[in-house]
């Protein structure tokens, strides 16, 4: 499960588990034939048959068995039955490994070509913010970024300083997430979090930016970050139920003082809620946040009070959604109360409740409003329009106007805007053709300054060299579902053209057109690459996301489905060379349509696949199941219970022929935990009766996001890569 927040919420194993940390080290230029499937002996694993009994339905779970406790995976010895699930996923790594062992040479030459692409020496768009220019840059060679500095004022002007040396406090770690970094409001302290696990749950560190020496305060299993008040001694931070990882619990520390003596400031009792603390643009307010599918909830409190008496801006209401920022006397607050596509109100600081709030934008029936950001003269709106992200700026006149896009699909965003006072907005803007790009726009005078466009190096590339398109497919039910699709000039569309399709299709986050680098590898040998934007996102407003959830959730599928026969039927591709990609929640829609639609697809790639929904869902012990009911439904409700049943991946694996598959996970994922994907290629092994390759990659040493190195991560691409180009025949 992939859970969107309104807020950035999206145990080491031995190297010598996990092939393929070493993989890359020893390819040769040999080449060697491609094994046949009676050469290589697939991993079976053992059944133990588990009844799980509700609503006096059964099911019979034969590889139950697979899962393992936090404190079974954390053991030092570890028991029988860990040992035997570390068998089994090493096993079906070994088995990966001898699959495909023909491509390891081509697997590095992808790679290569890939991180040959990127610029080893980057740097990050500086962002300024109370006096200082602050920026992330890489070093030649270097797999993490250092975390840098400079003052904007003349006292000091100029001169780096490293906050966070990446490189160096990575070293000897498999894994090593840095967190949210927060400076102190006077500059000279800075706090930031450390996840060496890839659990999502971090240790805080203070650093004096003055002398670089450590603070002795460190706070423990939180989200990873904190957020000051204005005394630059007190901080506030989120901590995370042990068993469920929920974000549950806001504390206040003192800095000098132990973790254990920190005030517990609020504690979210809902178990379909969770929560988290953030300062509010205007930096005059400390905000709490709750959140759950369908409902939100804040608090505010002075930020030079940080020991007063947090207010309730609207108390929840099932239903009610709304995100506040601060602007001189007003709560300016994007809601949908009575707005299914979300309107933005004022209220003033002293009356916050919903019967004082007045329109700022109305309610428009085909325009979703996405996001807003305040400027002492500008209100900047960001909205979705036909799909389609745009940029709406009004001055507090009221005089409006759009910044002009010409692709026919892509993104554009604000980001980075900390200063009130200034005509000048700071967005991004990519698309499946043009490196993502940062812009400054001058409000009043509509000029616009390119600050920097990621390069590309590569010196055959020009953007010139692709074509972008934006088509729809027409599902069963008469929805015009969008596509955005790109491939290289040239490239002819037959019925022997490959094309992947990727999609993703839940919790309203809508997938964005934008460029990557990587996938160039594709398209220059020959792919079509195309994103179907279906039902579950939110591309066309919030009906699109209420059409592909709790008991809609099937149209998610089937507008996949109808996607990928619509680009067959236009002569795109075929079903011999059409191939399907998505993770997380993705990977729950590639489970369904391969049950559903099986012949359609040559090839598919699951990545940290949601599989085993009805029996996740009836756990509350796995981390986000609570606060997800609301998405997929609680199946203690039968009626939720059929309909999950109906299409859960594991619980619908039949025995018939499936396409060529690729499952990837991780052993510490927090958020799809490993046994699903796990249980999942071991049924359908069992069960399929076709003679198609059926893989999975279990990465040993991480969890959801993969491998934390700004490198490490292309192994897998060129893993994934390789595996669709092998089935192509294409061979370099």
């Given amino acids: 499960m992939h859970h969107q927040l309104f807020y950035e919420s999206k145990t080491v194993m031995k190297k010598s588990q996990y092939f393929i940390a070493v993989l890359f080290l020893i390819f040769t230029a040999c080449k060697v034939e491609k094994p046949t499937a009676d050469l290589i002996k697939a991993p079976v694993a053992k059944k133990n048959p588990k009844s799980l009994t509700i609503h006096q339905d059964n099911r019979t779970d034969d590889y139950f068995w697979m899962r393992l406790s936090d404190e079974q995976k954390n053991a030092k010895n570890p028991d029988a039955q860990t040992q035997e699930v570390l068998n089994y996923l090493n096993a079906e790594n070994d088995y990966l490994n001898k699959a495909m062992k023909h491509t390891e040479a081509f697997q590095l030459k992808l790679y290569n070509e890939i991180i040959g692409r990127i610029k080893k020496d ?39 300083e490293i906050m966070l040396n990446g490189p160096k ?55 990873g970050g904190v957020t000051w008040a204005n005394d630059n001694k007190t901080v506030f931070y989120t901590t995370k139920d042990p068993e469920t990882l929920r974000t549950n619990k806001i504390f206040k520390h003192l800095l000098g003082t132990d973790q254990a003596e920190d005030l517990l400031v609020y504690e979210e009792k809902d178990e379909t809620f969770s929560c988290d603390v953030f300062k509010s643009k205007s930096k005059a307010f400390l905000m709490i946040g709750s959140s759950q599918t369908l409902s939100t909830e804040f608090q505010y409190l002075d930020a030079n009070t940080p020991d007063g008496t947090w207010k309730i801006i609207q108390p929840r209401e099932r239903g009610l959604e709304y995100q506040p920022d601060h602007f001189g006397d007003y709560f300016y607050i994007r809601t949908n109360l009575n707005a299914k596509n979300f309107r933005l109100v004022k209220t003033p600081v002293k009356a916050t409740s919903k019967e004082n709030w007045e329109d700022v934008i109305p309610h428009r029936e085909n325009v979703f409003l996405q996001d807003f950001d305040l400027f002492k003269n500008y209100l900047v709106i960001g909205e979705r329009l036909n799909g389609l992200r745009t940029i709406h700026i009004m001055n507090w006149a009221g005089d409006a106007h759009y910044i002009k896009f010409n692709d026919p699909a892509y993104s554009a965003y604000t980001n980075a805007n900390l200063d009130f006072d200034t005509d000048v907005l700071r967005y991004n803007y990519s698309s499946l053709t043009t490196p993502n790009s940062t812009y400054e726009y001058h409000m009043k005078t509509k000029e616009q300054v390119l600050l920097k466009q990621d390069e590309v190096l590569d010196a055959g590339f020009s953007t010139d060299h692709y074509t972008s398109e934006r088509l729809y497919a027409t599902a069963k039910d008469g929805t015009k579902i969008p596509i955005s699709l790109v491939y290289k000039k040239g490239i002819e569309k037959s019925t022997e053209t490959p094309l992947l399709l990727y999609a993703y299709g839940s919790y309203g986050y809508s997938t964005e057109p934008t460029f990557d680098s990587g996938r160039l590898s594709l398209l220059d040998r020959g792919f079509v690459y195309a994103i179907a934007h279906i039902r579950g996102g939110q591309e066309m407003g919030r009906d699109w996301y209420e059409q592909g959830k709790l008991l809609n959730k099937k149209n998610t599928f089937t507008d996949f ?59 509350e012990t796995i981390p986000l199941t609570t606060f997800e009911f609301d998405e997929w439904g609680n199946p203690k409700d039968k009626a939720y219970y059929d309909y999950m049943k109906s299409y859960s991946p594991y619980d619908n694996v039949e025995a018939k022929a499936y396409p060529n598959m690729l499952i990837t996970t991780g052993y510490w994922d927090s958020q799809v935990q490993y046994w699903e994907p796990a249980k999942w290629i071991a049924k359908l092994r069992a069960m399929k009766t076709d003679h198609n390759l059926l893989m999975m990659d279990c990465n040993m040493e991480t969890g959801h996001g993969g491998a934390s190195g700004r490198f490490e991560k292309y192994k897998r691409t060129a893993l994934t890569y390789a595996f669709l180009l092998d089935l192509e025949k294409i061979k370099e």
Wanted: proline fraction near 3%; include cysteine; charged fraction near 20%.
């Fill in 169 to 223: 406090m990575a070293t000897g770690y498999a894994y090593y997430g840095i967190g949210r970094q927060s400076v102190s409001p006077n500059n000279k302290l800075l706090a930031y979090g450390i996840d060496t696990v890839s659990r999502r749950s971090y240790a805080i560190y203070f650093k004096s930016l003055a002398t670089g020496e450590m603070l002795t305060d460190k706070l423990s299993n939180t989200s």
């Fill in 561 to 619: 489905i109808d996607a990928g026969e619509f680009l067959v039927k236009e002569g795109y591709t075929s079903s011999k060379h059409l191939y399907a990609l998505g993770g997380s929640a993705g990977g729950l829609l590639m489970g369904a349509i391969v049950n559903m639609k099986p012949a359609l697809w040559n090839g598919v790639i699951a990545a940290v696949p949601f599989v085993d929904v009805v029996s996740t869902m009836l756990d």
């Fill in 122 to 160: 980057d740097q990050s768009v500086p962002v300024n913010d109370n006096g200082y220019s602050y920026y992330t840059r890489f070093e030649e060679g270097g797999d993490y970024a250092l975390y840098c500095r400079k003052k904007t004022e003349s006292d000091g002007a100029g001169k780096e």
